[in-house]
């Protein structure tokens, strides 16, 4: 089985600082982790994914995510905070456990809030 | 490239009828995935189609059903509806099965009355 959890469902921001969004999985196989950002009204849009390959992942919007195999985290980040970034972001993990189970399971979100 | 398309954007039912949501996946993907959210359970799996055959199904009760066409569309359909069946229904399409990135439609709105 696996499962996501997100530390903080609201974090609030001020423009131009840091942006940390944490992000803990479980996962009887190695994971394959994403990190989504949803806008109103929207679908969600894929900000970047990690599947092995490096454990530091580099997305969209200046966004970054490091795997921490030992800590089981994939917390997002980004330098400096932009009013455009305010959102709701999920984290997500799918595992190749040879099987079917190729559903993603998602973590119950972060709302971002920046302000100026 | 067009992205995954889903109709309707919005729509009202009254408990007890049914509806059928659509979903045109990206050109060339040929899995699709569909997923509820609320505000109360999140986002949650509801199933998987390729090549026409469901291959995964999540927790809901079998008034929630799909179906995949040969041109990878996909539709499903919620019967019987209940006040609890309100929430945005989003569908995903990837290139093929796997862990590969999902990519989402805007998702169609669905309010029961």
């Known amino acids: 089985a696996q499962s996501v959890t997100q530390l903080g469902s609201h974090v609030s921001v001020s423009e131009g600082a840091l942006v940390l969004l944490r992000c803990n999985y479980s996962s009887s196989v190695p994971p394959y982790l994403f990190w989504y950002v949803q806008y109103p009204n929207q679908g969600l849009q894929l900000l970047l994914k990690?599947?092995?390959?490096?454990?530091l992942v580099k997305g969209i919007n200046g966004f970054e995510a490091e795997f921490k195999k030992s800590e089981t985290s994939f917390h997002l980040t980004k330098p400096s905070a932009h009013m455009s970034d305010a959102a709701e972001y999920f984290c997500?993990?799918?595992?190749?456990?040879?099987?079917?189970?190729?559903?993603?399971?998602f973590g119950k979100g972060t709302l971002l809030t920046v302000n100026p | 490239k067009a992205g995954v398309t889903q109709t309707p954007r919005y729509l009202i039912k009254t408990r007890g009828q049914q509806v059928t949501l659509s979903c045109s996946p990206i050109s060339g993907h040929r899995s699709v995935s569909w997923y509820q959210q609320t505000p109360g359970q999140g986002l949650q799996f509801l199933f998987e189609y390729f090549s026409e055959t469901q291959r995964n199904k999540g927790n809901f009760p079998g008034r929630f059903s799909g179906r995949q066409f040969s041109n990878s569309r996909s539709e499903m359909n919620v019967s019987t509806l209940e006040l609890g069946d309100s929430a945005l229904y989003l569908c995903?399409?990837?290139?093929?099965?796997?862990?590969?990135?999902?990519?989402f439609g805007d998702g169609t709105r669905l309010s029961i009355l």
């Open positions: 997500a993990v799918t595992s190749d456990s040879g099987g079917s189970n190729y559903k993603l399971t």
């Open positions: 995903a399409s990837s290139l093929d099965r796997g862990n590969q990135p999902q990519h």
């Open positions: 990690y599947t092995s390959a490096a454990t």
